[in-house]
Nanobody, 115 residues
């Protein structure tokens, strides 16, 4: 069964860092664009960052240049490194990819930033 699984969330103080991972099974992430999104309580899900199939990266203004997205092709994983975290970064973070027109989402990982 094709799926994405996020990990690496947790509780961190403002100014700290976390590294999230998006691991795939039965999906080859290296050939697909992969995005991270987040959803804070009471808010709509918002896009955070994307790494394209060719490797180009894009970031939401709210996280650039604090966040960095890249692929670890050996582990079929996409990483989101988050630095200088602020309380407004608190959210559930999801990774997403589309394969042959079908969207895949992970279950999400909680990131909580305390002030």
């Amino acid at each position: 069964q094709a799926q994405l699984v996020e990990s690496g969330g947790g509780l961190v103080q403002a100014g700290g860092s976390l590294t999230l991972s998006c691991a795939a099974s039965q999906i080859l992430l290296s050939t697909n664009a992969v995005a991270w999104h987040r959803q804070a309580p009471g808010n709509q899900r918002e896009w955070v960052a994307t790494v394209a199939s060719g490797g180009a990266t894009r970031y939401a203004d709210s996280v650039n240049p604090r966040f960095h997205i890249w692929r670890d092709n050996a582990r079929n994983t996409v990483i989101l490194q988050m630095t200088s975290l602020q309380p407004q970064d608190t959210a559930v973070y999801y990774c997403n990819t589309k394969v042959r027109g079908r969207d895949y989402w992970g279950q999400g990982t909680q990131v909580t930033v305390s002030s």
